[in-house]
């Protein structure tokens, strides 16, 4: 069943993304797939861009909300980090 296969890809890919965080599955997998999708916006230049995405991580602390934020920015390169004070 292609669902099947689908969900099990979602898995494997979610339990490679930030190896060094153990558990934290369903975040890491909310990643992943916003890492993945997007719509696509098209500049008047013809230039082709995936549209912006936002994430918001909240949870108490020492729960690698960093970590994670900081892998999703090594996988984006062209991504933006706003964080503290200066999120607001």
Do not use: W, Y
Not at 5 to 30: C, W
Not at 62 to 83: E, I, N, W
């Amino acid at each position: 069943c292609e669902t099947h296969l689908g969900n099990h890809a979602l898995h494997t890919i979610a339990k490679s993304f930030a190896p060094s965080v153990h558990g934290r599955e369903l975040i890491k997998m909310a990643l992943v797939l916003q890492l993945v999708g997007g719509t696509e916006k098209s500049l008047t230049s013809g230039t082709r861009l995936r549209g912006d995405i936002n994430v918001l991580i909240v949870g108490d602390p020492s729960t690698a909300k960093s970590q994670l934020l900081r892998a999703t920015m090594r996988t984006a390169p062209m991504g933006v980090s706003a964080s503290g004070r200066g999120s607001s």
